[in-house]
């Protein structure tokens, strides 16, 4: 490749730190069909026959084929991608094969690969994001009315619907899509024609590159164009912080599946057993998907730190941005297809959660609520009137709706046996009909307004 300047062959240390063909093989696909487009425009344009094109074209495709049926040898002597498929090339055409590295460089070929291999991924992992959204939403519509307790500190708080909890993921969910297709918008520039950082004197038609590609414009600057890498940085910030979300609802599983919990069941599809007890059904689905996100989040951090102290132009350093990312992508693809199978595998235990959503005094805040509203207390004054009242419950190891009434005098003599009527885990779920509340009529609106999108989407198709 680079014969002409130097007479010795490179060490075989020197030679096995730098190939990458074992990461960067797939990006196959994207690699003939940038050089397709590069050398249909450099056809049009004058700068290579007609004639040389379609044999580039023609052995591009038969390249493709080989590789897709598994009869392609990549060779780590050539180093990469780009020049297996350009000896390959040379092989099957001859000659006219050197001609498609005209007036590019393997620094804005391999950056070009790239935003094409990311923004094909960015695609794959939005339509997961989607399906993932339909099962919580159609999980969520029909528990709306599904009453189980909901947390803060990992205490009991206040009742919420299993319905209210999934569609909190679906809103999360949401704007992890929201930043994926942030980040395939500013990725969807072309490099091509940078050259290896200074452009390059012959007359290039970029825009029409570029439009070939599906980008929405060439990159403005040739040194920005072969040097940055904010696009795989941004793509693995959104997995990250998907990842993170999947997590937390993985530990949720997890937790709930405990026998100390009890609240949902996962089928034999989604849990494992043990080698020793055979008593044992381990959520190690959930597990996985949750120890996943460290891959993840290191990628991101890995890349980071690779780009914090790089000049301009290109650096030998950005070999490593690939290897990482197409792992964490990877990685969260299967998470999130994993969670999504087990929002439809599982299946909550109805009446454990409503007894669960009982205890511990849930329904304190509506105690209080109903202070402010029917005597009139400011609502620190009713706070701590509901304390007393809680604290003598618990001294009677009773809930607050079975609490006699004469009990609750003693404390403030105003209270009337109208305050059972807020008590119970029904009302109290029932009355948080505020706009996005858990009340189960907000619920049901809310499912049904993401099915209703999420079914607009699908027909509109993916981007």
């Not at 528990?143 to 919420?160: D, N, R, S, W, Y």
């Not at 040097?227 to 993985?250: I, K, N, Q």
Request: charged content about 25%; hydrophobic content about 45%; aromatic content about 4%.
């Amino acid at each position: 490749m680079w014969g002409g300047r130097f007479a010795s062959q490179p060490d075989a240390i020197m030679a096995e730190i730098n190939a990458s063909i074992d990461v960067d093989q797939r990006l196959y696909r994207q690699d003939i069909v940038a050089s397709k487009a590069h050398a249909a425009m450099l056809a049009r344009q004058g700068i290579i026959s007609a004639e040389d094109a379609a044999k580039i074209a023609h052995g591009l495709d038969t390249i493709l084929l080989e590789i897709e049926q598994g009869r392609f040898v990549f060779k780590r002597e050539l180093e990469d991608i780009h020049m297996n498929v350009e000896a390959r090339l040379a092989e099957l055409i001859g000659p006219a094969a050197g001609r498609l590295h005209t007036a590019r460089s393997r620094n804005d070929q391999v950056a070009t690969d790239f935003r094409l291999y990311l923004r094909d991924a960015i695609d794959e992992i939005d339509g997961l994001l989607r399906a993932h959204q339909r099962a919580l939403a159609e999980k969520a519509l029909d528990h709306a009315a599904t009453i189980m307790p909901g947390f803060t500190h990992l205490q009991t708080a206040q009742p919420v619907t299993f319905g209210h909890h999934l569609l909190a993921y679906v809103e999360m969910t949401a704007r992890d899509r929201g930043r994926f297709a942030d980040a395939r918008t500013r990725l969807n520039e072309c490099p091509l024609g940078a050259g290896a950082l200074a452009g390059t004197s012959f007359p290039l038609d970029r825009d029409a590159t570029a439009k070939d590609l599906g980008f929405s414009q060439p990159m403005a600057n040739s040194l920005d164009a072969v040097s940055d890498r904010d696009f795989v940085v941004e793509t693995l910030s959104a997995a990250a912080l998907a990842a993170v979300h999947l997590s937390r609802f993985a530990e949720e599983i997890v937790l709930w599946t405990s026998p100390l919990g009890g609240l949902i069941t996962l089928s034999d599809k989604f849990t494992t057993g043990s080698s020793m007890m055979p008593q044992k059904r381990n959520p190690d689905a959930a597990e996985l998907v949750r120890a996943k996100t460290g891959r993840i989040i290191g990628a991101l951090n890995a890349l980071l730190v690779v780009m914090k102290g790089l000049p301009l132009a290109y650096q030998k350093d950005m070999q490593e941005d690939k290897e990482g990312a197409m792992d964490a992508l990877g990685a969260l693809a299967l998470s999130i297809a994993a969670m999504t199978g087990m929002v439809r595998d599982m299946q909550p235990d109805v009446a454990r959660m409503k007894k669960a959503a009982g205890q511990g005094h849930a329904t304190a805040t509506d105690l209080a609520d109903w202070l402010v509203r029917t005597l009139g207390l400011p609502f620190r004054d009713a706070h701590h009137v509901t304390g007393r009242i809680v604290a003598e419950a618990a001294h009677q190891n009773l809930p607050l709706h079975r609490l006699p009434l004469a009990t609750m005098q003693a404390v403030e003599p105003r209270i009337t046996d109208e305050v059972f009527s807020v008590l119970s885990v029904e009302r109290s779920v029932a009355s948080r009909t505020s706009f996005g509340g858990t009340a189960p009529r907000q619920v049901r609106a809310q499912a049904k307004k993401w099915l209703k999108l999420l079914d607009k989407e699908a027909r509109q198709g993916s981007p």
